[in-house]
Structure formats: structure tokens, C-alpha cells
């Protein structure tokens, strides 16, 4: 069935990103798993990326690119609602978004905030429901952030997860719009829950407690991710939401200008220029400079588009991703 709620008018009034102040280069990883110097630059496309300090929050790193979202807006506190899409809470509870807002300043403001958790697709369910939620009525203005820590979690015995992955956190301001001009032509998601165990963080929830001993909390915190096993579940149906999307979108892949997608992998970003079949360089790549962000991520990608000035008015983007479930999602968006 071909949904109704489309178009839906939302345009982006202001966008951050945040960057950790160490950047640690690739040649750094050699050391650690013992190969020659551009060992990991060659096997993982990466250069360097960036890793966060302890002070460097998750609501740290997320309030600065906030900050620098709200002041390109220029709305103050002029807003409906904070929502968080992290794939890694900083805490379980409060939720990170009641975080950031303390760390803004907009902790009297009384402004809602809530998180949505998709993993790596964070972001982009949250934008969905936020869009959803211009179309009901419910909100004008929207301040969106994802921010992750990767880092906290690697097991540096484990190159092939280990060398992949970043900090960083992003946020966009978005408002309601008239339908005719920018607007999400289409959103789409669909969860292969048999890939349940191709990714995993198991600690910092129910599942494993403090009575299970120190090690098995140790264990849990280690983050676990067969990244063939993904991309195979992934590749085998990513054609078919990316077709079926443009369709409702009213579009075919030669429409779209500029795909903006989850900065997964380099062979990940590879295999979406492989489905494109033609101009590969729409592809926004990003990864060698800052490795896989989590869910932060997409909208690091999508900032960076904006940046480069991709993003003419008029013209069609095509936001993509995978996450850990297995997920996956795309989204349409006539600029």
C-alpha cells in the first residue's frame, strides 16, 4: 500500500558537527596490531579518525554540534522538541537527550526530549518520526542530534572491528514547511530480526547485572560485530527498499543527486556505488577521515553534503543506511 502521508514539507534551518580533539591516524593501528606502517590504511580505508576524551561525553560531543546547529537557526529556545538518535546511550537512565538539554543551558526551557534507538539508523528514524510529527501538527521545530563513542567498547584484538570505527556527533535544525518546496518524498524501513546476533553490545541494560560478577559485565562491554555477516544479510535486500522507496517517491536512481548513507565500511560504501551502477561520485564518502561514527555517522555525511554544497535547491537526495538487527532504511529528500 502506497503510503499518504507524503510529501512531507521539513527543511533544514541549521546544522554542527563535532569532531574529538585527538585525532588518531591510522599508522597509530599498525603499531597496535603489530603490521607495517599502512597496513591499516590499505586493509580498512581509513586515514584516521577521531576519539574522544573522558570529558568528552556523549552529551558532551552532542551539545557542541547543538550549539552550532541552534545558532546558524538563530532560534534560542524557540523550539518544540530535542529528540536523540544515538545508537550508544551514555547512561541508561535519564535518556541522553535530557542530558543534552541540561548541557545547552535549556534546562528551565521545559522544552520535550526524548531518544530513539535503531542502532546506526538512529538519526534517521528520528527524523522520520519528527517529520511525522510536522505532519500531525504536533511540532514545528525540531532539534535532531546523534552522538557515539565507539571507541569505548572496541576489542583491539579484532582489527577488522577494532580499525573501522569513530567518535563524532552531528545535529540539524529542522522546521515544518510548505509541501511544494523541500520536503521527505518517502521513508522505508524493514528489520531482518534472524541477524539478531551479527551485532552486539550486551551489557548496560537488564540482561547482564552486578550480580554476574565483574567479568561478564567486563565481557558484555565489549562490543561484538560480524561485519561479513551483515553485509551479506544487508546486501541480499538493500536493492529492493532502495527500488521500492524511489517508487513511492515518484523517482528512479537517475533522479537522485546525491546519496547520503551510513558510513558503515569502505567495501559498504563501495557496494551502494555497485547498486547505482552509474556516477558513482554522488555517493557522499566521508569514511576515511572519520570511520564509522555509529549513528552519528549519517548525518556527519549528511552535514558534509550540505557543506560541499550538494544540496541544491530542488534536487533529490538519497539517504541509506544498515544497522545492527539487522536494519535497514532510506530515505527520499527533494532539497
Not at 514539507?9 to 588518531?24: N, W
Not at 559498504?268 to 547498486?275: A, D, K, S, W
Request: hydrophobic share 40%; proline share 4%.
Amino acid at each position: 500500500m502506497t503510503p499518504v502521508t507524503y510529501p512531507i514539507g521539513l527543511r533544514m534551518a541549521g546544522a554542527g558537527t563535532y569532531s574529538p580533539q585527538f585525532r588518531q591516524p591510522s599508522t597509530a593501528l599498525d603499531a597496535v596490531y603489530g603490521q607495517a606502517e599502512g597496513w591499516t590504511q590499505t586493509k580498512f580505508g581509513i586515514a584516521e579518525r577521531g576519539i574522544a576524551s573522558r570529558e568528552e561525553t556523549t552529551s558532551v560531543m552532542a551539545a557542541q554540534a547543538c550549539r552550532a546547529a541552534l545558532d546558524e537557526a538563530g532560534w534560542g529556545e524557540d523550539f518544540d522538541v530535542i529528540v536523540g538518535g544515538c545508537g550508544v546511550m551514555e547512561q541508561p537512565i535519564p535518556g541522553t537527550s535530557v542530558l543534552v538539554q541540561h548541557e545547552l543551558g535549556l534546562h528551565k526551557s521545559g522544552i520535550p526530549c526524548f531518544d530513539v534507538n535503531m542502532t546506526c539508523l538512529s538519526f534517521l528514524s528520528a527524523l522520520d518520526l519528527v517529520s511525522l510529527g510536522f505532519k500531525a501538527g504536533r511540532w514545528r521545530r525540531a532539534l535532531i542530534f546523534a552522538s557515539d563513542i565507539a571507541s569505548a567498547g572496541l576489542n583491539y584484538s579484532q582489527p577488522e572491528m577494532s580499525a573501522i570505527f569513530g567518535d563524532g556527533a552531528a545535529a540539524i535544525c529542522v522546521e515544518a514547511a510548505p509541501e511544494n518546496g523541500a520536503a521527505i518524498l518517502a521513508c522505508r524501513f524493514i528489520t531482518l530480526s534472524s541477524g539478531k546476533d551479527l551485532a552486539h553490545l550486551r551489557s548496560g541494560g537488564t540482561r547482564i547485572r552486578v550480580e554476574d560478577g565483574y567479568e561478564a559485565l567486563q565481557a558484555g562491554a565489549r562490543f561484538h560485530m560480524d561485519a561479513f555477516g551483515i553485509f551479506k544479510a544487508a546486501g541480499k535486500r538493500l536493492p529492493e527498499l532502495i527500488n521500492e522507496t524511489l517508487a513511492t517517491a515518484g523517482l528512479t536512481m537517475d533522479g537522485i543527486d546525491t546519496v547520503i548513507g551510513h558510513q558503515a565500511s569502505k567495501p559498504g560504501l563501495e557496494y551502494v556505488r555497485h547498486i547505482l551502477r552509474t556516477r558513482p561520485e554522488r555517493v557522499v564518502d566521508i569514511f576515511g577521515h572519520t570511520g564509522n561514527q555509529i549513528a552519528a555517522s549519517l548525518p556527519t555525511a549528511l552535514v558534509a553534503a550540505r557543506n560541499q554544497g550538494r544540496l541544491t535547491p530542488g534536487s533529490h537526495a538519497l539517504l541509506l543506511g544498515t544497522s545492527a538487527g539487522v536494519s535497514m532504511g532510506a530515505m527520499v529528500v527533494r532539497c
